[in-house]
């Protein structure tokens, strides 16, 4: 199969080079040339789960791929959610009425986006617990193994979505057709947008925040508006499994430690956050749905007012 | 006239100063001890408009206060807002039912805690434009002119107000009869509730949140917020005034390099603020009143939730 890996940077890279070592005709597209550079010069370099590999992987610029002579059967969407309406543009041309799209970015909303540069019913989501480790230009780290579900937006497409759960099964990739993507991406933004917002305002990790008094009806408040958007879309989300969810983070002892890397991003190293397509969706949705979302529209308002004071890029 | 100071910080040391000066029979009550100490072993010391003065007045430790035999006239309230309840608890004993007071705090809503102490016919609110500053234990600087309005809250009652505005120009104090002091009251707390809050969470000073992109909407829903709760109680508040004033003190030429006292407060002294006294005050009402105020109460929540993670005291 011709694939596109639209965005490779660390996943990118492992679905990269699992899907070339399965012999598909892999192309990799990014906006990074001093990894472009390596990869072109060294091949793609990997630790796979301890072993040194290299895998000669043609690498494309994103701005002088439209030139290129190569028509998808498959994109794959790895970029940063900010980069992706530019990195459509650039392979617009690439793409043809059968060529199917998989966004596997995080948060919510992509959709809306995607659709203006692919037919509603090409386009498929999903939802990856793989890892994977940037090391260096041209070098990546592949440990442990992972999942992926994924489904066809298009109502009676499941045919697409399983033809390509076969070709990432056929990579190693463990994918799994799943019957309701939109909800697991849902929880897994909701999740996100209940805390990673906060934590990186706050200047605190999980757990810190976790134990804080009002940290509960903050939760709450925010979940309830995820809640809203979704029930308007039909999507479902429980909110007893997204708030137990929320819960275990806060402990010390799983993932309470950790500061999101929303804080990382802007607090650690100055760069604009992913909050649009996290906590900015709902705002944007409830506008749509005349639905209100005070909590998510005034976090999204404070995270960018945060960024412009420390002149994040 | 027989008049108690409730909390002889700096504001309350230039009255309690001013008004002994004027043949009053004046008492301080306050809770540091070192200042305390200060006074009664050397008298108030004060810088006065340049000349050093030295004023022998009673001072007490409100631990101590309730055994005294001192029967107000006149108390005026100067303390920490968080420290009025006890304040009142510690003097109960010293008014009796013709006792007058005056409450000069800043924030809004105390008149909620005092009722519970004093007839409401006897509360008188307030607003001051006098400045003092505290040089150390018994020692302040007093410079420039100010002057105070104040109001009686119980209808009718413009005597006993106009009582203690004559009481207080016969100190040089400069007071005046105001015939609508909880919209200057509620106009301060509104600029202050637009701003300050959201200077100390995103750490910055008043300019500089003034020139993001969202500073404007931000502070258009909390305006809005106190609008709805001065409506609900009858109090007028003028939304292109508080609107130009807010726009005012993000100029960097007038107060815009400042930060807020509560970002002073919290962040630099790592004490708790008066965040239930401005914005907390709005939440509270608007139950009360049963008007949805989202923006003030998730502000309230981020401030005390930063006060527990900074673990302010």
Known sequence: MKII?????????????????????????????????????????????GEEVVERIPI???????????????????????????????????????????CLLNGIGHEDIIKNYVPYNNILLG???????ME???????????????QNLGAG?????????????????????SSNILSSIYKKACVNGAV??????????IADFGKTTYADAI?????????????????SLNKDEVLAQIKS??????????????????IVNNRLTEIDYINGVIVRKGKQYQISTPYCTFLTELIHTKEEILGAK
């Open 219 to 235: 939760v709450e408040q925010i979940v309830d508006e995820f809640i809203a958007i979704a029930d308007a879309q039909e999507i």
């Open 157 to 177: 497409q499941e045919n697409v979505a399983n033809e390509v759960v076969e070709v990432l099964n056929q990579a190693g990739l463990n994918a799994n057709y």
């Open 5 to 49: 890996i639209a965005g490779a940077g660390a996943m990118g890279s492992r679905f990269g080079l699992m899907l070339h070592r399965a012999d598909n005709e892999v192309i990799l597209v990014d906006g990074w040339q001093e990894h472009i550079d390596a990869i072109n010069k060294n091949g793609l370099k990997a630790n796979f789960n």
């Open 249 to 266: 983070s806060f402990n010390p002892e799983t993932i309470g430690l950790h500061y999101p890397s929303m804080h990382q991003d802007l």
């Open 127 to 133: 939802n990856t617990m793989w890892t994977s480790d």
């Open 136 to 150: 260096g230009p041209g070098k990546v780290k592949l440990f442990g193994d992972g999942s992926i579900d994924l």
């Open 60 to 102: 494309y610029n994103q701005n002088e791929v439209s030139t290129i002579d190569f028509s998808a059967d498959l994109v794959i969407l790895f970029t940063k959610a900010m980069q992706l309406d530019n990195m459509l543009q650039s392979i617009s041309s690439l793409l043809h009425e059968e060529t199917k799209v998989l």
């Open 196 to 205: 990673n917002g906060l934590c990186t305002l706050l200047g605190c990790n």
